[in-house]
């Protein structure tokens, strides 16, 4: 049954009589059964524009989705209702949608709605298209189909039938890129994102975004000692699966699979060598971000990363100021706390959290804790005064780590 709770504080904004012309539906009914953390709720009704202006919704339009009433609720956040001319329709709403676990509903009297047997696909973590013309009605369900498998759903044997069936390039190519972006950044938020990168190869879709994804499985990693794994593709899934347990940001994720962008870019002739690939990896890691209309600090972050992660790999290698640098480059691109993490993925236990966290409050103190004043440095010319602040900076990181 679902959580009552939900049930009885949405029945106390409407009237007892209109109860049974109410649904909860969707996404929000499938993770209450799950016993999963829902986010907003969302209804169909059958009630009057009238009916529900009274019980505090307003209409809300937008030239990309269909028109619904909204209101805010302190305890159930959004909450979004979706018109219905009556009842009797609620059954073939639900089948128009996506996935069976996606086509249940519950009547705030209390009845389930359950036309396609999605609580059994529920059971099964699996992912049933209501129809055959699913995707076709919408190819960016396939994007969500994997981003499902992301967090343990598997797409049903019919479903994914459907996907290899034909040729997709062209119907997602009219896809606007920010809808396709939105999936690849809730798929770094699950459970294992590596399934859905490697989905997309599996099923070759996509590749007009991720061109640099599919062009990995032919470049090797680097010299084998170094990376058994073999390919770049294969070395970047085991960065990303390891970065999965050291942080659940998103945007760490998304640097760690993509950290060796510049290894697409060096000679080929040097092969399994990448010399010079963290520099070479600026400019594709700009590409890949704003092909992706991803925001300015992945941007930024992503570009940082491929260049100074080769660096951090050699922490134990680093003279003081050498590490100073570092933490002042992490530090004006905000990566202070992605950088260390992406090379623990990358090269596990080159970086010691504690001199890292030294360098960094080094690279920050001011300079009344340096033993300086503003006259002495308001003489100097400018370079001389960088020069004695970094100076006094390295003196400090050295009293700290001996």
Request: charged fraction near 25%; hydrophobic fraction near 40%.
């Amino acid at each position: 049954m679902l959580e009552n709770s939900i049930i009885q504080t949405l029945q106390q904004l409407f009237p007892p009589e209109t109860h049974h012309r109410l649904f909860l539906v969707g996404g929000t009914v499938r993770d209450t059964l799950l016993a999963q953390q829902r986010k907003d709720i969302d209804l169909l009704v059958a009630l009057p524009d009238e009916q529900l202006a009274a019980c505090g919704f307003r209409y809300v339009t937008s030239k990309s989705t269909v028109p619904i009433w909204f209101r805010t609720h302190p305890r159930l956040g959004s909450i979004e209702a979706t018109q219905l001319a009556d009842p009797s329709e609620v059954d073939a709403e639900l089948t128009r949608r996506d996935f069976t676990v996606n086509a249940m509903a519950f009547s705030l009297n209390g009845q389930l709605h359950d036309p396609l047997n999605g609580r059994s696909d529920l059971d099964k973590r699996q992912l049933a298209v209501c129809s055959d013309n699913c995707f076709n009605d919408d190819p960016l369900r396939i994007f969500r189909a994997l981003r499902f498998e992301a967090d343990g759903w598997r797409l049903s044997r019919h479903s994914e039938s459907l996907i290899t069936a034909q040729d997709w390039s062209v119907p997602l190519a009219g896809i606007p890129v920010e809808r396709f972006s939105r999936e690849l950044l809730k798929a770094l938020t699950g459970e294992d994102p590596t399934r859905f990168f490697s989905r997309l190869l599996q099923l070759t879709i996509g590749c007009h975004w991720l061109t640099e994804l599919f062009a990995m499985p032919q470049v090797p990693a680097g010299p084998t000692e170094h990376h058994p794994e073999g390919d770049l593709f294969s070395h970047s899934l085991h960065v990303l699966q390891r970065m999965t347990k050291l942080s659940p940001d998103p945007l760490a994720r998304f640097c760690a699979l993509f950290h060796d962008l510049g290894k697409l870019k060096t000679d080929p002739m040097a092969y399994p060598q990448h010399h010079g690939h963290d520099q070479a990896g600026v400019t594709p890691a700009k590409d890949l971000c704003n092909r992706l209309r991803l925001p300015a600090r992945y941007r930024t972050a992503l570009s940082a990363v491929n260049r100074l992660h080769t660096t951090m790999n050699r922490w134990d290698e680093l003279r003081e100021a050498t590490r100073l640098r570092l933490a002042e480059q992490a530090r004006k691109n905000r990566i202070e706390e992605i950088l260390p993490l992406v090379s623990q993925a990358d090269k596990p236990g080159c970086v010691a959290p504690a001199t890292w966290e030294l360098t960094l409050k080094a690279s920050r103190l001011p300079i009344r804790d340096l033993g300086l004043h503003q006259e002495t440095l308001d003489a100097l010319p400018p370079e001389a005064r960088s020069s004695l602040i970094f100076d006094r900076r390295i003196g400090v990181l050295r009293m700290a780590v001996r």
